[in-house]
């Protein structure tokens, strides 16, 4: 048996009609999960929590993911920093400010309204909150240079 570094690790089969031969590794790391599409050497990292190194991966006998693709970009979610050297990064369209914690993303906490009278329709719904509240978060680290996507039934990549 191998040691890994996760809090869990439980496999699927993809079934052969969708992708021959590749597996779903769902890993389970402080407290969140993470999903690892691979076959052989040919891996795909959908999210990355907190403990998912190349190193965790390796010593987990798991691949190394060429690209990381993000359902959504969070500080529990995007915790890979530049953990991936050469990996290619994506984040749904829009949310490229909340990847690399930049200035575009500092301004989009502006509380302020240029136009206070339009509370009553916008209810302080914000970029990335309501009402002064900010629900998003930046990751730990920032994401290197991240690609986005077009999330939705006709995905496609920019």
């Given at each position: 048996?191998?040691?890994?570094?996760?809090?869990?690790?439980?496999?699927?089969?993809?079934?052969?009609?969708i992708?021959?031969?590749?597996?779903?590794?769902?890993?389970?790391s402080?407290?969140?999960n993470?999903?690892?599409?691979?076959?052989?050497?040919?891996?795909?990292?959908?999210?990355?929590v907190?403990?998912?190194?190349?190193?965790?991966?390796?010593?987990a006998?798991?691949?190394?993911?060429?690209?990381?693709w993000?359902?959504?970009?969070?500080?529990?979610?995007?915790?890979?920093g530049?953990?991936f050297?050469?990996?290619?990064?994506?984040?749904?369209?829009?949310f490229?400010?909340?990847a690399t914690?930049?200035e575009?993303?500092?301004?989009?906490?502006?509380?302020t309204?240029?136009?206070?009278?339009?509370w009553?329709?916008?209810?302080?719904?914000e970029p990335?909150?309501?009402?002064?509240?900010t629900?998003?978060?930046?990751?730990?680290?920032?994401?290197?240079?991240?690609?986005?996507?077009?999330?939705?039934?006709?995905?496609?990549?920019?």
């Amino acid at each position: 048996m191998l040691f890994h570094p996760f809090s869990q690790i439980s496999y699927h089969e993809l079934p052969p009609e969708i992708l021959p031969g590749f597996k779903i590794t769902r890993i389970h790391s402080s407290g969140k999960n993470c999903h690892l599409i691979h076959a052989g050497e040919l891996a795909l990292l959908i999210n990355c929590v907190e403990g998912v190194t190349p190193q965790a991966l390796k010593q987990a006998g798991l691949p190394v993911p060429g690209e990381i693709w993000h359902t959504e970009v969070s500080s529990q979610l995007a915790a890979e920093g530049d953990h991936f050297a050469g990996a290619v990064i994506q984040v749904p369209a829009g949310f490229q400010e909340v990847a690399t914690d930049s200035e575009a993303y500092r301004s989009l906490l502006n509380t302020t309204w240029e136009h206070p009278e339009d509370w009553p329709r916008t209810l302080g719904r914000e970029p990335i909150g309501i009402a002064g509240s900010t629900l998003l978060h930046p990751p730990p680290a920032p994401l290197p240079a991240p690609e986005t996507f077009e999330p939705g039934p006709n995905a496609h990549l920019e």
